[in-house]
């Protein structure tokens, strides 16, 4: 038999006994204040994550219309000069967004955590291929600096005035050619005639990587000496050149009948279509 003790201010439990026997007593007032200590910041600390998750869904949004904007302009610019410039792009999307705001938001870094150098320009494909990396603060409360990485990934395609005309077959098809090479071409916008130029930061050089998978080396011809903050690279190509005067970013092509060829092998990209 349990009986509740009203003549205390807490309450108290007392279990019946027969005379000489002794009574324990139970004093369950802390019982409440523990769980209270426990349920309280385990809820705050939910509303701030849901708060955080909002945030960093609208960092995103902004990120991806900004990127989205500036790629416009980008495709415009091609349209006069055909070079992929990664770092104003970046600045075209800070500009969109605003410096101050995005040194107020959530991105690890502010201006300076977001990277366009992955972005660059097919010509072969004539599209804009757009890639924002950038990193978020994760609100982790363990020592340290913890982040997750994002990118916005898009894809435009680009106005470059050129138009295919009807092909001739046969020896009387006309081809295109450079000047030292040894290869003949059916496509005016093949790669290796219409070189993907991509203006980059020498800093972020150390990372990057052609087509092919190799490493970019400094130009026999332009790099003499100390080299420039921002550097040109090709999309297929193995050097990096401080100017874009460089005979290594230049193409000279002119367009022959295929009967006229000889001694020149087909390109083993276009001439097989």
Not at 89 to 109: A, V
């Amino acid at each position: 038999m349990i009986k509740l003790n009203k003549d205390s201010n807490s309450p108290k439990m007392e279990r019946a006994s027969a005379p000489g026997i002794k009574v324990k007593k139970y004093n369950i007032k802390g019982i409440i204040t523990i769980e209270a200590a426990l349920a309280i910041p385990l809820f705050l600390f939910a509303v701030i994550c849901l708060i955080y998750l909002i945030e960093v869904r609208n960092i995103r949004l902004v990120l991806h219309n900004a990127s989205q904007s500036a790629a416009k302009e980008t495709v415009e610019d091609l349209a006069v000069l055909p070079v992929f410039n990664s770092v104003k792009m970046q600045q075209k999307i800070i500009k969109n967004i605003g410096e101050e705001r995005l040194e107020r938001s959530l991105l690890d870094g502010g201006t300076s955590a977001i990277s366009c150098w992955k972005s660059y320009y097919d010509m072969v494909h004539g599209e804009v291929n757009i890639c924002v990396e950038y990193k978020v603060k994760l609100p982790i409360p363990l020592p340290g600096n913890y982040s997750a990485k994002y990118a916005e990934n898009i894809k435009m395609s680009a106005w470059n005035g050129y138009q295919d005309g009807e092909d001739t077959e046969g020896e009387d098809e006309l081809v295109y050619i450079t000047e030292l090479g040894t290869v003949w071409h059916r496509s005016a916008t093949c790669p290796y005639l219409q070189l993907s130029i991509q203006y980059v930061p020498y800093t972020g050089l150390g990372n990057m990587r052609n087509e092919s998978g190799g490493r970019y080396h400094a130009c026999e011809r332009c790099v003499i000496g100390t080299t420039m903050t921002g550097i040109y690279i090709t999309q297929y190509g193995d050097r990096y050149h401080n100017s874009l005067n460089c005979s290594g970013l230049k193409r000279t092509i002119r367009t022959i009948k295929k009967s006229q060829t000889a001694g020149k092998r087909g390109c083993s990209k276009c001439a097989s279509e």
